[in-house]
């Protein structure tokens, strides 16, 4: 599951376990053992098995390839109902990714839509969904001879479902402390362009946030291999300039963020300039304000990059401004960005 939600580091003693990291909140959660049953069907392959039999071998292709593609999604209570945002967007993407990693999945875009919006109806209360396209033969290659192609599907509250069954709680921090990775560049789209979603992209940025969390940080953010900014292990990265407008780096180097997008998107109807280029580390240092972008996170604003004040210190009134406008397209707020939403009931009785 992708998240941005910060461990107990030594930097804090007072954990907050999950209180606000999905934007609709999910409460504080007491330790509970890793065998409580959580009561959620995941559809595989057509069917909707019940949690805890969605598996596969422990020597699967995926499993010890790193072939597994995937995509992550949000889900949100409005007043017409649950709704999936940017559905096609998030699907797209998928597909996109099985494109490059070259995986042979023969699923088409409304097969999966519709059964993602299957799998949250089947699912009340579902905060996330996760699909994922993988290989469960068990091989003796890195070219598999069995190409067949599962996917499943997921959809569920990551608090009370995941993170309330693990023996350490995550701390939330409403702003963050970020790290700039100095040792490894490693969004180099000549190894697996990082425009992939598939597991194999996640390791070298998972050794870089670990070492980076272990020193009391909240996020790092990773350099691409010309030493210019890139992105967040499951974030994109924005700052906004002394005109007030905002600046990300461009796609050749980063993930296709969905919220990432929305908010390029959100800031040009609101009359915000935007530009995507090229930017080094040192004007992060010199902007008056940062801020990371995500699936889970939403807009998190960030104080500090490697120690160093970020402006005020504080959350800048750009973030803060377009946190709450993408809180509200989200959860429906918004007539002008309505069609973003899929409501899963939709057409239904």
Same mark, same amino acid.
């Given at each position: 599951?992708?998240?941005?939600?910060?461990?107990?580091?030594?930097?804090?003693?007072?954990?907050?376990?999950?209180?606000?990291?999905?934007?609709?909140?999910?409460?504080?959660?007491?330790?509970?053992?890793?065998?409580?049953?959580?009561?959620?069907?995941?559809?595989?392959?057509?069917?909707?098995?019940?949690?805890?039999?969605?598996?596969?071998?422990?020597?699967?292709?995926?499993?010890?390839?790193?072939?597994?593609?995937?995509?992550?999604?949000?889900?949100?209570?409005?007043?017409?109902?649950?709704?999936?945002?940017?559905?096609?967007?998030?699907?797209?993407?998928?597909?996109?990714?099985?494109?490059?990693?070259?995986?042979?999945?023969?699923?088409?875009?409304?097969?999966?839509?519709?059964?993602?919006?299957?799998?949250?109806?089947?699912?009340?209360?579902?905060?996330? +969904?996760? $699909?994922?396209?993988?290989?469960?033969?068990?091989?003796? /290659?890195? &070219? @598999?001879?069995? *190409?067949? !192609? =599962?996917?499943?599907?997921?959809?569920?509250?990551?608090?009370?479902?995941?993170?309330?069954?693990?023996?350490?709680?995550?701390?939330?921090?409403?702003?963050?402390? +970020?790290? $700039?990775?100095?040792?490894?560049?490693?969004?180099?789209? /000549?190894? &697996? @362009?990082?425009? *992939?979603? !598939? =597991?194999?992209?996640?390791?070298?940025?998972?050794?870089?946030?670990?070492?980076?969390?272990?020193?009391?940080?909240?996020?790092?953010?990773?350099?691409?291999?010309?030493?210019?900014?890139?992105?967040?292990?499951?974030?994109?990265?924005?700052?906004?300039?002394?005109?007030? *407008?905002?600046?990300?780096?461009?796609?050749?180097?980063?993930?296709?963020?969905?919220?990432?997008?929305?908010?390029?998107?959100?800031?040009?109807?609101?009359?915000?300039?935007?530009?995507?280029?090229?930017?080094?580390?040192?004007?992060?240092?010199?902007?008056?304000?940062?801020?990371?972008?995500?699936?889970?996170?939403?807009?998190?604003?960030?104080?500090?990059?490697?120690?160093?004040?970020?402006?005020?210190?504080?959350?800048?009134?750009?973030?803060?401004?377009?946190?709450?406008?993408?809180?509200?397209?989200?959860?429906?707020?918004?007539?002008?960005?309505?069609?973003?939403?899929?409501?899963?009931?939709?057409?239904?009785?």
């Amino acid at each position: 599951m992708p998240s941005s939600c910060a461990l107990v580091s030594r930097r804090t003693q007072n954990p907050d376990p999950w209180a606000a990291c999905h934007p609709r909140g999910c409460g504080t959660f007491p330790a509970v053992s890793q065998e409580a049953r959580v009561d959620r069907r995941i559809w595989v392959d057509g069917e909707l098995v019940p949690w805890e039999r969605a598996s596969v071998h422990l020597l699967s292709h995926s499993l010890q390839r790193g072939s597994l593609i995937f995509d992550y999604m949000s889900v949100h209570a409005t007043p017409r109902g649950a709704a999936v945002f940017r559905l096609r967007e998030h699907v797209e993407r998928f597909l996109h990714s099985a494109e490059l990693v070259g995986l042979p999945l023969e699923r088409k875009a409304p097969e999966l839509e519709a059964a993602i919006a299957a799998t949250v109806r089947a699912n009340p209360g579902a905060t996330a +969904v996760k $699909i994922c396209a993988y290989l469960p033969s068990i091989e003796v /290659d890195v &070219v @598999p001879l069995d *190409a067949r !192609v =599962a996917v499943a599907i997921a959809a569920y509250d990551p608090g009370p479902d995941i993170v309330r069954h693990k023996p350490v709680q995550p701390v939330f921090h409403p702003e963050l402390r +970020v790290w $700039i990775e100095k040792r490894v560049r490693n969004r180099r789209s /000549d190894i &697996v @362009p990082p425009q *992939a979603k !598939v =597991a194999a992209n996640y390791a070298s940025s998972m050794t870089a946030k670990w070492r980076a969390r272990r020193e009391g940080y909240d996020e790092i953010l990773l350099l691409d291999e010309r030493g210019c900014v890139a992105e967040g292990p499951t974030t994109n990265v924005f700052l906004v300039d002394a005109a007030g *407008a905002l600046r990300t780096p461009r796609l050749e180097h980063v993930l296709p963020g969905i919220t990432r997008l929305s908010v390029l998107e959100i800031a040009r109807h609101d009359g915000l300039a935007v530009h995507e280029t090229d930017v080094r580390p040192e004007e992060l240092f010199a902007a008056p304000e940062v801020f990371l972008t995500g699936t889970t996170a939403g807009v998190w604003p960030v104080v500090s990059l490697d120690d160093r004040r970020i402006g005020s210190g504080q959350a800048g009134p750009v973030s803060l401004r377009l946190r709450d406008r993408f809180r509200a397209v989200a959860t429906g707020g918004d007539p002008a960005f309505e069609h973003w939403l899929h409501f899963v009931d939709a057409g239904r009785e």
